[in-house]
């Protein structure tokens, strides 16, 4: 009985660990959320990092670095598809901002948190690349940005 107790135990903890809010993601949606941004974005000449991922419900945000770039990515999830929203510095991770980008209060205190409590145990100098990201790009409905002026990544959009 005594391994049963056990295996019941650890089923409950992790229950209650899936169940508990926002938290970096190492399961199935991170997975497709990296995969998403690395094939929109990663290049030979410019290798794309995406971590943490925190997710919460349909709502997720990456942190990102390319180069001596980085910011932060907004994502929501459609059926079973994520698609980007939006990219952003330092506002991703503020719960006043998440709210004037859709996210109800208490989606958007959860989230902040998540999201700082996921970068803490990253290099500073990756941290400072996700807070450089200058303002808000809005993608369009595909998840891509607009045509930026002298724009020459080979970025889709």
Known sequence: MK???????????????????PAMADNADAGAIRHLMMAQFD???ARLTVEPVTVHGSIAVAGWAQGDM????????HGDQWRLVLCSGDALKQAASLRQFG????EADMM?????????GLDPALV???SAFDGVM??????????????TSGHRG
């Open 112 to 120: 902040a948190k998540a999201v700082v409590e996921a970068e803490a």
């Open 43 to 45: 290049r030979p000449d």
């Open 3 to 21: 391994p049963l107790k056990m295996w019941l135990s650890a089923a409950a903890l992790a229950a209650a660990f899936a169940l508990s809010g």
């Open 70 to 77: 980085g910011g932060r990515a907004l994502l929501r999830r």
């Open 128 to 130: 400072t690349k996700f």
């Open 103 to 106: 996210l109800t209060a208490e």
């Open 138 to 151: 809005m993608m369009n409905e595909e998840g891509n940005h607009p045509p930026l002026k002298g724009h």
